[in-house]
């Protein structure tokens, strides 16, 4: 069982290891310049559009759900714990500077979002309940011009993308949930493991429509529950936060390992800053893994460039918003670096809540918590509907996806009460290895992003004189 835990942790390692890395943030510069950065320069066009009205409605194009309910329900499945624990932990590995890099591989995340979004909706199909199924195994299997090919990669996407949602979209997520209320609030981890599993349940068996409209309410609420206590946080050490800031950037250009934090305890190479940065980034925003696209497809559109604008917004809020919040609220607190009673250097969750704490005191252990659980059930249940249309792809027929909720709300349970290593490490792999086909698929599809693109331009130019 230790081998197999070894062998699988040094695979996790190698698969977000550099070349990954590499391959992500890399495309996502190649398809920005390709598009000639029209993901920066209609960042205030998308914006303004998942804000507008119309975005809440189904009265432009086909689809299931609304633009924004789309949006949202992406948005569940990647705000998570990474936003809380995950910066935390990029901060005291990489150093406060990874915080920069995150920013970085999300600029560029901002287009990977765009086009795998774009394409699901343009190459997305009506299943036999008249429901919308895409993602990158359905823009696989109709784009590719190799058709072999295409169809190979597709259902290797869908594959990982099953075996991760049982991973990392659930089995982690719950167990996050329990510690955090064992910890904070003494509840027992199979009380904490039952109500999960009712409540996903509850809400998962009635589909996408009723999943969006618990997303549509709960991520919005969440996230700016949890942005304006970081920012009380920030304000109430801003005397510390032009320190903080200079710190976070000196560090993530800085070729010498240098030191910072209390009594100099974390070091960080650039390489480390930057490695660490652009992992956690990615891994919470989920730029170029294709998962967000899975939702994008069921969105009520006219066109497939004007909900990839709409969804890509979710990297924004996701790392520019969220993480950042988490990350300035570390950095102005001076906790940074801090060790334990065991004279170990305090990370994760237990960071995030020191940093609230030193201004929130008790009250702020408690917001984090109840950031966590509600970070992660909402990753619960947005990883559900994507984990089930790549079971759907597979198996071709939606009848049988009733099984897959049954199962994957029941998997919930064993995720509170358990920790399985092994399981975990290998859903990472199988989330990590998702992006292989969906990259492979936006760069060979890469002319096609940049001809819709050229020609929605003429559309937003024609909106902005209105």
Same mark, same amino acid.
């Given at each position: 069982?230790?081998?197999?835990?070894?062998?699988?942790?040094?695979?996790?390692?190698?698969?977000?290891?550099?070349?990954?890395?590499?391959?992500?943030?890399?495309?996502?510069?190649?398809?920005?310049?390709?598009?000639?950065?029209?993901?920066?320069?209609?960042?205030?066009?998308?914006?303004?559009?998942?804000?507008?009205?119309?975005?809440?409605?189904?009265?432009?194009?086909?689809?299931?759900?609304?633009?924004?309910?789309?949006?949202?329900?992406?948005?569940?499945?990647?705000?998570?714990?990474?936003?809380?624990?995950?910066?935390?932990?990029?901060?005291?590995?990489?150093?406060?500077?990874?915080?920069?890099?995150?920013?970085?591989?999300?600029?560029?995340?901002?287009?990977?979002?765009?086009?795998?979004?774009?394409?699901?909706?343009?190459?997305?199909?009506?299943?036999?309940?008249?429901?919308?199924?895409?993602?990158?195994?359905?823009?696989?299997?109709?784009?590719?011009?190799?058709?072999?090919?295409?169809?190979?990669?597709?259902?290797?996407?869908?594959?990982?993308?099953?075996?991760?949602?049982?991973?990392?979209?659930?089995?982690?997520?719950?167990?996050?949930?329990?510690?955090?209320?064992?910890?904070?609030?003494?509840?027992?981890?199979?009380?904490?493991?039952?109500?999960? !599993?009712?409540?996903?349940?509850?809400?998962?068996?009635?589909?996408?429509?009723?999943?969006?409209?618990?997303?549509?309410?709960?991520?919005?609420?969440?996230?700016?529950?949890?942005?304006?206590?970081?920012?009380?946080?920030?304000?109430?050490?801003?005397?510390?936060?032009?320190?903080?800031?200079?710190?976070?950037?000196?560090?993530?250009?800085?070729?010498?390992?240098?030191?910072?934090?209390?009594?100099?305890?974390?070091?960080?190479?650039?390489?480390?800053?930057?490695?660490?940065?652009?992992?956690?980034?990615?891994?919470?925003?989920?730029?170029?893994?294709?998962?967000?696209?899975?939702?994008?497809?069921?969105?009520?559109?006219?066109?497939?460039?004007?909900?990839?604008?709409?969804?890509?917004?979710? !990297?924004?809020?996701? !790392?520019?918003?969220?993480?950042?919040?988490?990350?300035?609220?570390?950095?102005?607190?001076?906790?940074?670096?801090?060790?334990?009673?065991?004279?170990?250097?305090?990370?994760?969750?237990?960071?995030?809540?020191?940093?609230?704490?030193?201004?929130?005191?008790?009250?702020?252990?408690?917001?984090?918590?109840?950031?966590?659980?509600?970070?992660?059930?909402?990753?619960?249940?947005?990883?559900?509907?994507?984990?089930?249309?790549?079971?759907?792809?597979?198996?071709?027929?939606?009848?049988?996806?009733?099984?897959?909720?049954?199962?994957?709300?029941?998997?919930?349970?064993?995720?509170?009460?358990? !920790?399985?290593?092994?399981?975990?490490?290998?859903?990472?792999?199988?989330?990590?290895?998702?992006?292989?086909?969906?990259?492979?698929?936006?760069?060979?599809?890469?002319?096609?992003?940049?001809?819709?693109?050229?020609?929605?331009?003429?559309?937003?130019?024609?909106?902005?004189?209105?």
């Amino acid at each position: 069982m230790d081998v197999i835990s070894e062998v699988l942790g040094k695979v996790d390692s190698f698969v977000w290891g550099p070349v990954m890395l590499i391959l992500l943030v890399g495309t996502g510069i190649f398809l920005t310049v390709r598009t000639r950065f029209a993901a920066w320069r209609n960042l205030g066009y998308a914006l303004k559009s998942v804000l507008s009205k119309e975005a809440r409605t189904k009265s432009r194009g086909t689809g299931d759900i609304s633009p924004f309910s789309a949006l949202t329900t992406a948005l569940a499945a990647t705000i998570g714990t990474g936003n809380i624990v995950g910066v935390a932990t990029a901060m005291v590995l990489g150093g406060p500077g990874a915080l920069v890099w995150m920013w970085i591989s999300a600029l560029f995340g901002l287009t990977s979002k765009f086009a795998e979004c774009m394409l699901a909706v343009k190459y997305r199909e009506i299943n036999e309940n008249g429901e919308m199924s895409g993602g990158p195994m359905y823009t696989l299997k109709h784009a590719f011009k190799n058709k072999t090919v295409g169809t190979v990669l597709g259902f290797l996407f869908a594959v990982f993308t099953v075996l991760a949602s049982f991973g990392i979209g659930n089995m982690t997520q719950a167990n996050s949930i329990s510690s955090a209320l064992q910890e904070t609030f003494s509840v027992p981890m199979w009380i904490t493991g039952a109500i999960i !599993t009712v409540l996903a349940l509850f809400i998962i068996v009635g589909g996408i429509k009723t999943i969006s409209k618990v997303s549509q309410v709960v991520v919005p609420f969440m996230a700016v529950f949890y942005v304006i206590a970081g920012v009380v946080v920030i304000l109430m050490n801003i005397g510390n936060l032009p320190s903080g800031i200079a710190q976070i950037f000196k560090m993530a250009f800085s070729v010498k390992s240098v030191a910072g934090g209390v009594g100099g305890t974390i070091t960080a190479t650039l390489m480390q800053s930057l490695r660490w940065g652009v992992a956690r980034g990615v891994f919470s925003n989920e730029a170029g893994l294709g998962s967000a696209a899975i939702t994008a497809a069921a969105a009520t559109t006219d066109n497939p460039v004007r909900q990839g604008y709409i969804n890509m917004t979710g !990297t924004f809020f996701d !790392t520019i918003v969220v993480c950042s919040i988490t990350g300035l609220a570390i950095a102005a607190s001076g906790v940074l670096g801090t060790v334990d009673a065991a004279g170990e250097i305090v990370t994760g969750s237990a960071l995030t809540i020191a940093a609230f704490s030193s201004v929130l005191g008790k009250w702020g252990g408690w917001i984090v918590c109840v950031g966590i659980a509600l970070f992660a059930f909402s990753t619960i249940i947005g990883w559900e509907y994507h984990g089930e249309k790549a079971f759907e792809y597979l198996v071709k027929k939606p009848k049988y996806c009733v099984i897959y909720r049954i199962i994957f709300s029941l998997v919930c349970y064993i995720g509170a009460t358990t !920790t399985l290593q092994i399981v975990w490490d290998f859903s990472d792999i199988m989330n990590g290895l998702m992006a292989i086909p969906n990259l492979i698929c936006m760069l060979a599809l890469s002319g096609v992003v940049a001809k819709e693109v050229r020609e929605f331009q003429k559309i937003i130019d024609e909106e902005k004189k209105r």
